[in-house]
């Protein structure tokens, strides 16, 4: 999965604004991968739809995932580290989640709610009856 995944993988490239003085001026250093969703035969319809719904804040209107990467002056080491946090990102996507399964608080919980509850009640009516005599 991981290497049909990352045939499908499109790099940008540009200049960074990171560390490297005059160097930066004149590489391409950052790096952008750009992956679109509904386009991949790597995944399943099902897996798609798990992917966009985890991802919705990330992608484009046209279903595309978009990451930089600017940490090193090595374009090759930029690529390299954006590429390995998309295959994480995707990966982690792709596990479904657990079902909740529902409980139901114990009994002793349950008291000690009620008893906190009459402990607060109390207070609260005790501070109504002294300001009612004056």
């Not at 595309?64 to 990966?91: C, D, G, H, P």
């Not at 005790?126 to 004056?134: L, N, P, T, V």
Request: charged residues 35%; proline residues 3%; positive net charge.
């Amino acid at each position: 999965m991981r290497e049909c995944l990352k045939q499908e993988l499109e790099f940008r490239t540009s200049r960074s604004s990171g560390p490297g003085g005059q160097h930066v001026n004149k590489t391409e250093s950052r790096v952008e991968l750009l992956w679109c969703v509904w386009e991949s035969g790597c995944l399943n319809e099902e897996q798609k739809g798990r992917v966009s719904i985890r991802l919705k804040n990330r992608l484009s209107a046209d279903g595309v995932l978009s990451m930089a990467s600017e940490k090193y002056r090595s374009q090759y080491r930029n690529k390299a580290e954006v590429t390995e946090r998309f295959m994480e990102l995707i990966l982690a996507c792709l596990v479904p989640a657990k079902k909740r399964r529902p409980t139901r608080p114990t009994r002793t919980s349950i008291e000690k709610r009620i008893k906190n509850k009459k402990i607060r009640g109390e207070i609260k009516r005790s501070r109504r009856d002294d300001f009612g005599e004056s």
